[in-house]
């Protein structure tokens, strides 16, 4: 499948998702424009139902590849689109780098893409079973390694907000701006922002401004199912894990609790494993059960156990 947006002056800027069966529209670039025959489809129906999925991702219409088609040119400002040439390259690289059970997963992981993780039915099936799908939606984690990275490399709070601002930025347009990346990165580039401005970043308040900017963007994206389970899972994040974190090490009196020494330490990451555990899913877990029918309440465990593999 590949996403085209029409050129037509009475249809601007709306973009269809066409299917091409052949794959040969897999050899075209980003940026690239072509005329192609087609076969429409409504964006409002899945599977024979109604769905808001696509209008969610501000796809107007589905449809098929009647025909071939030809490449007629460039747009004027392709070289915009490097960023998912960039993706595409990095997603090449994973599958030639990695081993063949690996591979689906780390392109997934590093671009977004999951083309090859959902052909790899057992390792879909049981990353959704075990309530650990979550690290594959290209998110906070990656956001925050990302820029971790940055401030490692250069050693100042400055030149990593200078150098990390349009890096991220970058790093959004390589994962196709999902909600869950513009959310991470949304709040990321706040929170480098604020010592440049001489402010105190707030969560709560930059997770609102996240929301509110995609949708402007798009008010039919309060529908998108990852736009709402990011959004809940990074409210408890804020708003209860730091009283969980509490709650676990210390007492009434508020005294800290944990021993002192490696065990202390050990036991300090873990509350603060379990603290963020908890505090995502207060708010998803219910989501989840709404939209897939069922609800991993084991899915704390399995992240305790994986994530810090991650």
Request: aromatic fraction near 8%; charge should be positive; hydrophobic fraction near 50%.
């Amino acid at each position: 499948s590949v996403v085209v947006r029409v050129t037509d002056p009475a249809l601007p800027r709306v973009k269809l998702l066409v299917y091409d069966y052949a794959a040969g529209m897999g050899e075209l670039r980003p940026g690239d424009t072509v005329e192609l025959p087609l076969k429409l489809k409504s964006a409002g129906e899945r599977y024979g139902l109604e769905t808001d999925y696509y209008r969610a991702k501000n796809i107007a219409l589905r449809a098929t590849l009647d025909g071939d088609y030809a490449v007629t040119g460039r747009v004027r400002w392709a070289w915009l689109y490097f960023p998912q040439t960039l993706a595409r390259a990095v997603g090449a690289q994973a599958l030639e780098s990695f081993p063949e059970d690996v591979a689906p997963l780390m392109k997934a992981i590093l671009t977004g893409d999951r083309t090859e993780y959902y052909e790899d039915d057992a390792l879909c099936t049981a990353m959704s079973t075990a309530g650990f799908v979550h690290i594959v939606a290209v998110s906070g984690m990656h956001v925050r390694f990302l820029a971790a990275m940055l401030r490692m490399l250069t050693g100042r709070r400055r030149i990593t907000a200078l150098l990390g601002i349009p890096t991220i930025v970058v790093f959004m347009a390589m994962a196709g701006f999902t909600p869950s990346v513009v959310r991470a990165g949304f709040m990321q580039i706040v929170l480098l922002l604020a010592p440049l401005l001489r402010r105190e970043n707030d969560a709560l308040t930059s997770l609102s401004a996240a929301l509110l900017l995609l949708l402007l963007l798009n008010p039919a994206a309060i529908a998108s199912v990852s736009l709402q389970l990011s959004f809940a899972a990074m409210l408890g994040l804020v708003l209860l894990t730091p009283k969980i974190y509490e709650l676990l090490t210390r007492d009434a009196a508020g005294k800290w609790r944990l021993p002192d020494g490696w065990r202390g330490r050990g036991l300090k990451l873990l509350c603060s494993a379990l603290a963020a555990s908890l505090g995502a899913t207060v708010f998803s877990t219910p989501l989840a059960a709404i939209h897939f029918g069922y609800m991993p309440l084991y899915a704390v465990l399995t992240n305790l156990l994986c994530l810090w593999a991650m």
